[in-house]
């Protein structure tokens, strides 16, 4: 139990483009999803922390425009990186916790790569 | 497909006391390995991150090692403090980042 499907797992396109990452519970309600990003060689980096049916809390120097977090539903968040550019190039993961004290699950992973 | 295992699961110890965290891997083939704590309700913190060309990184009361070819990691933990209360997550990076499940450790005042 407790999956945390994350797509798309591999993103190539070219700078400019506004790229969606999913992030779905698959067999628990998410009260909370966290987005994470990684440059490469460098440590995982909290970027904002979604809960269901409100604004997401950022982290300091983290652009909410750049960075579209949309927590509509129980079971999916969406992370919009608008018009992005090749210094966006990362590591993306999200995660999932039914609520609050309980275990965050991770998707896999999503690796974007801007041209 | 990786899989990552921490060992034990919880973890119950008085205030002052060493301790060792152990993470395995069963893909040697990895970019790095990273140790982070989890508060509850929180996101991750990113405490050590060896690359795999590296055997240990120190950070304080912290130091992690890596032993890529038996596919091992320990945290070590110096004189332990209520404070260090949290579950402390490993994991590790190849094609994706896989997590082991955490350990949550209890320090008791």
């Known amino acids: 139990g407790a999956v945390v499907s994350q797509h798309p797992s591999w993103v190539i396109c070219k700078s400019g483009t506004s790229v969606k990452i999913e992030c779905r519970s698959l067999?628990?309600?998410?009260?909370?999803m966290f987005w994470y990003r990684q440059f490469p060689k460098q440590s995982l980096m909290l970027m904002a922390t979604?809960?269901?049916?409100?604004?997401?809390?950022?982290e300091q120097g983290v652009e909410k425009d750049k960075f579209l977090i949309n927590h509509a539903s129980l079971t999916l968040s969406t992370l919009t990186v608008t018009s992005a550019h090749p210094e966006d190039s990362s590591f993306y993961i999200c995660?999932?916790?039914?609520?609050?004290?309980?275990?965050?699950?991770f998707g896999d992973g999503t690796r974007l790569s801007i041209l | 497909k990786q899989e990552v295992t921490q060992i034990p699961a919880a973890l119950s110890v008085p205030e002052g006391e060493n301790l060792v965290l152990n993470c395995s891997f069963t893909?040697?083939?990895?970019?790095?390995l990273q140790w982070f704590r989890q508060d509850p309700g929180k996101g991750l913190t990113s405490l050590l991150l060896?690359?795999?060309?590296?055997r240990e990184q120190t950070s304080g009361r912290l130091n992690a090692s890596l032993d890529k070819s038996s596919g091992r990691s320990t945290l070590y933990i110096a004189a332990s403090q209520p404070g260090d209360s949290a579950t402390y997550l490993c994991?590790?990076?190849?094609?994706?980042?896989?997590f082991g499940a955490g350990t949550r450790l209890t320090v008791k005042p």
């Open positions: 995660s999932a916790s039914p609520g609050i004290q309980q275990p965050q699950h």
């Open positions: 979604s809960n269901e049916g409100s604004k997401a809390t950022y």
């Open positions: 067999d628990f309600q998410a009260t909370t």
């Open positions: 060896i690359q795999s060309s590296q």
């Open positions: 893909d040697s083939a990895i970019y790095n």
């Open positions: 994991a590790v990076m190849g094609n994706d980042m896989r």
